[in-house]
């Protein structure tokens, strides 16, 4: 599965994300009939079992996930972005929250810019299909966790079983009207049906994820197997993958706070 990965690259989804930020909470509301909210509930549920000291939470958009992750005591939280206008949103919800274990970073995913074995758990929410590779995605990810670290991918999964297709008639019919509805921006919500039905199935990402470092895998899906929690385990001991880019430690900019990163 290696090289499998976003139907579209990165400048371009970075943009998208950036047009459709100020309604992207609602619009996550209404396409999930607000079950979203539990889910997120439930990967931050996994990721705090282990009592981790450090967590990061990819494609942290605008800080649902991370903020989730505070609330429940998390005792530091690291949200990384590409899209500054999602990271903008995610500071105003911090600031209204008090949430002050959390430290919003803008990078790219690919590219983390942390240091080898230096967090305890990595999160992941409806962030993994957006990304070119998911392999090396899964690799990178594996870089930064400590070993025995754990990480846990939401995520939507393509329509399966004989509510297929009216499943994909929701998604792609009704999901692109409401979204050119409720941000102007109906390719926008395209992409998302497009996107998802190009993901690897549940079974298949817990297959990836075993062949990537991460020994222990387990999952549970929601909302008619149309949303998957893979929650798994980054081997003991087991040789990293090198990173293909040299790993910047120090942002090149900061903007409104938000330490920013090279991005691709």
Same mark, same amino acid.
């Given at each position: 599965?290696?090289?499998?990965?976003?139907?579209?690259?990165?400048?371009? *989804?970075?943009?998208?994300?950036?047009?459709?930020a100020?309604?992207?909470?609602?619009?996550?509301?209404?396409?999930?009939f607000?079950?979203?909210?539990?889910?997120?509930?439930?990967?931050?549920? $996994?990721?705090?079992? =282990?009592?981790?000291?450090? *967590?990061?939470?990819?494609?942290?958009?605008?800080?649902d996930? $991370?903020?989730?992750?505070?609330?429940?005591?998390?005792?530091?939280?690291?949200?990384?972005?590409?899209?500054?206008?999602?990271?903008?949103?995610?500071?105003?919800?911090?600031?209204?929250?008090?949430?002050?274990?959390?430290?919003?970073?803008? /990078? +790219?995913?690919?590219?983390?810019?942390?240091?080898?074995s230096?967090?305890?758990?990595?999160?992941?929410?409806?962030? &993994?299909?957006?990304?070119?590779?998911?392999?090396?995605? *899964?690799?990178?990810?594996?870089?930064?966790?400590?070993?025995?670290g754990?990480? =846990? *991918?939401?995520?939507?999964?393509?329509?399966?079983?004989? &509510?297929?297709?009216?499943?994909?008639?929701?998604?792609?019919?009704?999901?692109?009207?409401?979204?050119?509805?409720?941000?102007? +921006?109906?390719?926008?919500?395209?992409?998302?049906?497009?996107?998802?039905?190009a993901?690897?199935?549940? @079974?298949?990402?817990?297959?990836?994820?075993?062949?990537?470092?991460?020994?222990?895998?387990?999952?549970r899906?929601?909302?008619? /197997?149309?949303?998957a929690? @893979?929650? $798994?385990?980054?081997?003991?001991?087991?040789?990293?993958?090198?990173?293909? =880019? $040299?790993?910047? @430690?120090?942002?090149?900019?900061?903007?409104?706070?938000?330490?920013?990163?090279?991005?691709?």
């Amino acid at each position: 599965m290696s090289g499998r990965g976003a139907l579209r690259p990165p400048s371009e *989804i970075r943009q998208m994300f950036d047009r459709i930020a100020r309604r992207y909470d609602l619009m996550n509301r209404l396409m999930s009939f607000g079950r979203d909210v539990a889910w997120r509930r439930a990967a931050a549920q $996994a990721a705090l079992e =282990v009592a981790p000291s450090v *967590i990061l939470d990819v494609a942290t958009g605008t800080g649902d996930l $991370a903020l989730e992750l505070a609330a429940r005591g998390a005792c530091r939280v690291l949200a990384l972005d590409f899209s500054f206008e999602m990271l903008r949103l995610a500071a105003r919800k911090r600031a209204a929250t008090r949430a002050q274990r959390v430290a919003l970073l803008c /990078g +790219d995913a690919m590219r983390l810019p942390l240091r080898d074995s230096s967090v305890d758990v990595c999160t992941i929410a409806f962030g &993994l299909r957006n990304l070119p590779d998911y392999a090396a995605a *899964i690799g990178e990810f594996a870089r930064v966790l400590r070993p025995g670290g754990r990480l =846990v *991918i939401l995520e939507t999964t393509p329509a399966r079983g004989l &509510l297929a297709p009216l499943l994909r008639l929701y998604f792609d019919g009704f999901v692109p009207w409401l979204g050119g509805l409720v941000s102007g +921006d109906r390719e926008a919500y395209r992409y998302l049906p497009r996107s998802t039905a190009a993901f690897p199935t549940p @079974h298949e990402l817990a297959a990836l994820l075993r062949s990537s470092g991460f020994p222990a895998v387990r999952y549970r899906t929601f909302m008619l /197997g149309t949303v998957a929690l @893979h929650i $798994a385990e980054r081997a003991s001991s087991s040789p990293l993958r090198e990173p293909t =880019v $040299a790993v910047q @430690h120090t942002p090149c900019a900061t903007a409104q706070g938000v330490p920013t990163f090279p991005l691709t």
